[in-house]
């Protein structure tokens, strides 16, 4: 079988994770990347020797010899990026990197593209993908009776450093719910097949950043918040969201209750974040609670360790990048849409703006 070769657009942190993924793939590489950032396109040149390094963006959304074009560039770039992808190449395949937009007035514009562009477009949603969370998602409905309460608990740590300090103004990111939160709305919809009918949010800068300055622009990202969703299926689901809580043992914490029982899974953050000190990394927990007979049943879901050391996303960036190459050559499912992407950033958007305002948002 023919090598799946990536076209990486933008290749700073989360770009290093995606080359050192598609390396553990048996079929896939890194044909070539376009960074404008010198250190980071230095560090991207040294995980993937093999990829041509281009001066443009448009330089690399022409490069001839490409199966798809991943785009893992400052989130704010996303929308414009696709328009100029499918301008020039509406038949290559794009994963794109979450959230797929940050501006409200965007909406159209990459909606637009369901139609226009004629490859599949996959938003990347790796969440979808952690071993302990897939394990959940398989589980839900036998564990629950049909989900009626889903809660998602995410204690980690605060936002990493980027190339120019780009992520610490929402202007750039979308804003804390949209940026960091995108991730957990896509799984509420997915574990509930349901769409959301109302937002309620109370967020906002409460530690974190509360001292930084950037060429004279104070920093105005969120570090914590609630978030509720209410379903038109009549299912509620709640976000609970801190980024100064990175001593915990558990990085997310995800619970479904329904009729029959509880499901729930235990998650922890990146291992290179653990404490050597406390010895090994936590295993990921999954537990079983029916109502009748009483009694939780735990199970342990160990993570391959080469993808635990390839990312910090316990190693979902490689399922996804497996499923992605298996959708584009007609093996597979589509997984991830574009509508699911649009979706995920307007319940961001609209949970932003219920914090920012005080009531609530209608869909």
């Known amino acids: 079988m023919a090598t799946f070769k990536y076209g990486i657009l933008g290749c700073g942190m989360m770009g290093g994770e995606h ?34 390094m281009l001066a443009s963006e448009q330089e690399l959304i022409n490069f001839h010899d490409l199966d798809a074009i991943l785009i893992v560039s400052p989130n704010h770039c996303h929308a414009a990026q696709l328009e100029a ?29 369901k139609e226009k562009h004629k490859a599949p477009i996959w938003v990347a949603m790796e969440y979808r993908y952690m071993p302990p969370i897939t394990a959940l998602l398989e589980r839900l409905q036998n564990a629950t009776g049909g ?11 605060p936002f990493l450093e980027k190339v120019g300090d780009w992520n610490r103004f929402n202007v750039n990111t979308g804003g804390t719910l949209v940026e960091k939160c995108c991730h957990f709305f896509d799984l509420m919809r997915l574990a509930l097949g349901s769409d ?13 950043h509360l001292d930084e300055v950037y060429d004279g622009q ?19 689901a709640m ?13 997310e914490e995800i619970s479904a209750v329904g009729p029959n029982g509880k499901v729930e899974v235990f998650v922890p953050g990146p291992g290179r974040f653990w404490p050597e000190h406390l010895g090994d990394p936590p295993i990921a927990r999954l537990v079983e609670s029916p109502r009748n007979p009483m009694g939780p049943i735990e199970h342990e879901i ?62």
């Open 19 to 52: 080359i050192r993924n598609i390396a553990l793939l048996e079929d896939a590489a890194v044909a070539a990347i376009y960074e404008p950032d010198a250190a980071m396109s230095a560090a991207s040149q040294a995980l993937a020797p093999n990829a041509v």
């Open 85 to 113: 992808i499918n301008a020039a190449r509406p038949d290559i395949a794009i994963l794109v990197e979450k959230p797929l937009f940050t501006d409200p007035s965007d909406l159209a514009r990459v909606t637009a593209l």
């Open 147 to 157: 989900t009626k309460m889903l809660t998602i608990r995410e204690h980690r740590f």
């Open 196 to 208: 959301p009918v109302r937002v309620m949010a109370s967020a906002g800068q409460a530690v974190n």
């Open 218 to 236: 104070v920093s105005d990202i969120w570090d914590s918040g609630y978030v509720i969703v209410d379903f038109a299926s009549g299912a509620r």
């Open 239 to 251: 976000l609970e969201l801190c980024m100064f809580a990175e001593g915990a043992r558990y990085q």
């Open 302 to 363: 160990v993570v391959d360790p080469a993808l635990l050391s390839a990312g910090d996303h316990n190693g979902s960036t490689f399922y996804q990048h497996q499923r992605f190459v298996a959708a584009v050559r007609g093996e597979g499912p589509l997984d991830v849409s574009l509508q699911d992407g649009v979706w995920a950033v307007r319940i961001g958007q609209a949970a932003q703006q219920s914090a920012a305002t005080g009531e609530a948002v209608s869909f």
